[in-house]
């Protein structure tokens, strides 16, 4: 399995970002899909999920700024962030898991499978 996240970068508060995390090696539909991130001396937090189903889980920090989206077809999800804060600066890190309870969505422990990481940069 590998799961390969692009599209980070510096970008001004306001501003926004479309992050992508393409899988392969796993049957893509069938999986929860997860964004994490972690900034510089702090825990890797979760910032937005989505089921297989197609229903999404966010962050009460990211909630109405930021969506969840997959193309199973291009077995792609999709992290648009909008109305950054120098807040959100961090690495963003894509997961992905099979067997999770949506309790446990949120926890970094819950996925087997995770991308290398695209940095995003909000200056102020």
């Known amino acids: 399995v590998q799961l390969q996240a692009s599209g980070g970068g510096l970008v001004q508060a306001g501003g926004s970002l479309r992050l992508s995390c393409v899988a392969s090696?796993?049957?893509?539909?069938?999986?929860?899909l997860t964004w994490f991130r972690q900034a510089p001396g702090k825990e890797r937090v979760f910032v937005s999920a989505?089921?297989?189903?197609?229903?999404?889980f966010y962050a009460d920090s990211v909630k109405g700024r930021f969506t969840i989206s997959r193309d199973n077809a291009k077995n792609t999800v999709y992290l648009r962030m909008n109305s950054l804060k120098p807040e959100d600066t961090a690495v963003y890190f894509c997961?992905?898991?099979?067997?999770?309870?949506?309790?446990?969505?949120?926890?970094?422990?819950?996925?087997?499978?995770w991308g290398q990481g695209t940095l995003v940069t909000v200056s102020s």
């Open positions: 997961a992905a898991d099979r067997q999770i309870i949506n309790s446990a969505v949120s926890r970094p422990d819950s996925y087997a499978y």
């Open positions: 090696g796993l049957s893509f539909s069938r999986y929860y």
């Open positions: 989505i089921k297989w189903n197609g229903t999404p």
